[in-house]
């Protein structure tokens, strides 16, 4: 009897379908590898590179057509971005403010071929003390300015400051003007906690992991990367140990031989089965396969990853800690309710504008 395939064998198939498209060469992708997972591809953002690595015979099927026009409709977004960027980023110079580039645009420079790279909106930081005089300038702007998504300082950039991020920045150039983004080591550290805070939901923010690893990793200034709390130190490395697991990733050696740098396998594993669709599994299709009760009770209903986020945990190698830390959050939500209605957001209200407002360890 053949057994049915469950989501995570679907998630363990993409990643490896996934693996060959971080590196220039390799043999070309045949088009069986690639039809089942077009519905994930084409709405992760993923048909640029997968396109990029079609097989020319390939690209004449249904499937192939299907990912051109999602690769090219992701390349004509993000040029029509790159503009409105430029001049999103001019407007509030003149209003006296300067922004920092976190992802999107800042990201896509690390790829081999930056419009494979999409992305929907634009992510700015401003330093807290501006946010007021950066949303009148966003304001001013109308309609101009709806891709932008501004952020009131780098909330997820635990145990960092913004004069220290800010005075490691970097300037690059888009059209002429310079654009002020994140240093690798700050970019990577940001990725990690966004990838860790959205419970590794989606393939394309682990290769946006990857490609700075494989075009940067080895001149990268690990020790500021890494320092901080043993907490985030053992998540940033898990990070960087599952795009090698998953993605095959290339680590550097000064990587290689720290401790945690090998992810816990429940983290693999539910990486791979939230890839597969399992956290959009219906009741009705888990009545039907037996094999999908266990994972929908560990991942989706006791989340390891989330409770590990919000009660400050690093990741445990041994998932029934996590469970039980899982168990005992999930307990203590009505106390967590209410410290946020009546603690913190009457202290938001008195600050300036705030647009993001994010948990951190």
């Given at each position: 009897?053949?057994?049915?395939?469950?989501?995570?064998?679907?998630?363990?198939?993409?990643?490896?379908?996934?693996?060959?498209?971080?590196?220039?060469?390799?043999?070309?992708?045949?088009?069986?590898?690639?039809?089942?997972?077009?519905?994930?591809?084409?709405?992760?953002?993923?048909?640029?590179?997968?396109?990029?690595?079609?097989?020319?015979?390939?690209?004449?099927?249904?499937?192939?057509?299907?990912?051109?026009?999602?690769?090219?409709?992701?390349?004509?977004?993000?040029?029509?971005?790159?503009?409105?960027?430029?001049?999103?980023?001019?407007?509030?110079?003149?209003?006296?403010?300067?922004?920092?580039?976190?992802?999107?645009?800042?990201?896509?420079?690390y790829y081999l071929n930056p419009a494979a790279?999409?992305?929907?909106?634009?992510?700015?930081?401003?330093?807290?003390?501006?946010?007021e005089t950066a949303r009148r300038a966003l304001?001013?702007?109308?309609?101009?300015?709806?891709?932008?998504?501004?952020?009131?300082?780098?909330?997820?950039?635990?145990?960092?400051?913004?004069?220290?991020?800010?005075?490691?920045?970097?300037?690059?150039?888009?059209?002429?003007?310079?654009?002020?983004?994140?240093?690798?080591?700050?970019?990577?550290?940001?990725?990690?906690?966004?990838?860790?805070?959205?419970?590794?939901?989606?393939?394309?923010?682990?290769?946006?992991?990857?490609?700075?690893?494989?075009?940067?990793?080895?001149?990268?200034?690990?020790?500021?990367?890494?320092?901080?709390?043993?907490?985030?130190?053992?998540?940033?490395?898990?990070?960087?140990?599952?795009?090698?697991?998953?993605?095959?990733?290339?680590?550097?050696?000064?990587?290689?031989?720290?401790?945690?740098?090998?992810?816990?396998?429940?983290?693999?594993?539910?990486?791979?089965?939230?890839?597969?669709?399992?956290?959009?599994?219906?009741?009705?299709?888990?009545?039907?396969?037996?094999?999908?009760?266990?994972?929908?009770?560990?991942?989706?209903?006791?989340?390891?990853?989330?409770?590990?986020?919000?009660?400050?945990?690093?990741?445990?190698?041994?998932?029934?800690?996590?469970?039980?830390?899982?168990?005992?959050?999930?307990?203590?939500?009505?106390?967590?309710?209410?410290?946020?209605?009546?603690?913190?957001?009457?202290?938001?209200?008195?600050?300036?504008?705030?647009?993001?407002?994010?948990?951190?360890?």
């Open positions: 009897m053949k057994h049915p395939v469950t989501a995570m064998d679907r998630g363990r198939r993409l990643s490896q379908l996934l693996r060959q498209t971080l590196r220039p060469g390799g043999a070309s992708l045949p088009i069986d590898s690639v039809g089942e997972h077009s519905g994930v591809l084409l709405d992760g953002g993923l048909s640029g590179l997968i396109w990029n690595r079609l097989a020319p015979m390939a690209r004449a099927t249904p499937t192939g057509r299907e990912l051109r026009q999602g690769a090219f409709a992701d390349a004509a977004s993000a040029m029509r971005l790159d503009a409105r960027l430029v001049e999103v980023v001019q407007a509030l110079r003149e209003a006296g403010v300067e922004p920092l580039v976190t992802k999107g645009w800042a990201v896509a420079r790279r999409p992305y929907s909106d634009l992510d700015l930081a401003v330093r807290p003390d501006q946010a304001n001013a702007m109308g309609t101009r300015a709806n891709p932008v998504d501004l952020h009131i300082g780098l909330p997820d950039l635990p145990e960092r400051n913004w004069a220290e991020v800010f005075a490691r920045s970097r300037i690059e150039s888009l059209d002429g003007v310079a654009i002020r983004v994140l240093s690798p080591e700050c970019q990577f550290r940001l990725l990690a906690v966004h990838l860790v805070r959205h419970v590794c939901c989606r393939p394309l923010w682990l290769i946006d992991i990857a490609a700075i690893l494989e075009q940067v990793g080895k001149v990268m200034d690990w020790e500021y990367c890494l320092h901080g709390s043993y907490t985030w130190r053992r998540w940033i490395l898990a990070v960087a140990g599952l795009a090698e697991r998953l993605l095959g990733t290339r680590l550097p050696e000064s990587l290689q031989a720290r401790p945690g740098i090998r992810p816990p396998d429940w983290l693999v594993e539910m990486t791979c089965w939230r890839w597969g669709g399992g956290n959009e599994l219906r009741s009705r299709e888990l009545r039907h396969t037996p094999a999908e009760w266990w994972p929908a009770f560990a991942y989706r209903q006791l989340n390891p990853i989330r409770w590990s986020y919000r009660l400050g945990l690093p990741p445990f190698d041994f998932l029934p800690s996590i469970c039980l830390a899982a168990i005992v959050g999930k307990g203590l939500i009505p106390f967590s309710r209410f410290w946020r209605s009546h603690v913190l957001r009457p202290q938001a209200s008195r600050d300036s504008f705030v647009m993001h407002t994010r948990r951190v360890f």
